[in-house]
């Protein structure tokens, strides 16, 4: 794709000229060539490049099932590219050839540009509870006293299934809260933890943490 300004012997026309296809994009013109036949992958590369991005899909339609796909739409604002591709531009190096997930620690579930706190962590404090704290850092920069704190969990699973947790209304300058996995969620052992602005506009990228520890003795504590 080019993007051009006014070019004379174009005018103001959009269309196809010739191989060109000449289009306005988010109020800029743009010019690509006709897209040719499509042969059907053969190539293991192809197949596998396929295989994610039918994945990605699926995961795309989870993000939207729990409210969180508005912050890539978000965050693409003012880009050439869309939330959706900014969601798998993000999101591929997390998929294996064969559609799955191969790194949890790469998914990411919220995107923005409001800011993690400091020394962010995750502890166990007893069967099925666990403990999130973090540094309160005065006059953090795109950060707010007032940001809420979310909680989603995943498991191992094909259809990339996003649970958000109940946590309150947390918010950055409490530092810290402690939640118990329902039961039926037992199996989601991947955790992400995010803030978002208290109108919900804007949101901080997401960060991973696991839920699987080695087996604690709670009663020789």
């Not at 604002?77 to 949890?104: H, Q, T, W």
């Not at 989601?188 to 506009?201: D, G, I, N, P, Q």
Request: hydrophobic content about 35%; charged content about 25%; some cysteine.
């Amino acid at each position: 794709m080019i993007i051009t300004e006014e070019i004379p012997f174009l005018g103001c026309c959009l269309g196809t000229i010739d191989n060109l296809i000449v289009y306005r994009y988010r109020n800029r013109r743009c010019i690509r060539r006709k897209p040719s036949k499509v042969k059907p992958p053969s190539a293991p590369g192809q197949v596998a490049q396929q295989e994610r991005m039918a994945s990605i899909a699926i995961f795309y339609q989870a993000l939207k099932e729990v409210g969180i796909y508005t912050y890539w739409q978000r965050a693409a604002e003012g880009m050439l590219l869309n939330g959706y591709n900014l969601l798998v531009k993000g999101n591929l190096p997390a998929f294996s050839g064969d559609g799955r997930i191969c790194d949890f620690s790469k998914l990411r579930l919220t995107t923005g540009a409001l800011a993690l706190p400091d020394g962010l962590r995750v502890s166990r404090v007893e069967e099925g509870m666990w403990t999130v704290a973090w540094e309160n850092t005065p006059n953090q920069v795109n950060a707010s006293p007032d940001d809420r704190l979310q909680l989603y969990v995943m498991r191992d699973s094909e259809t990339f299934a996003v649970k958000l947790l109940a946590c309150g209304e947390v918010r950055r300058c409490d530092g810290r809260v402690s939640f118990r996995l329902p039961e039926e969620l037992r199996e989601y052992s991947h955790l992400y933890v995010a803030f978002c602005s208290h109108t919900e506009k804007r949101c901080s990228e997401s960060k991973y943490f696991s839920l699987i520890l080695k087996s604690i003795d709670y009663g020789s504590l």
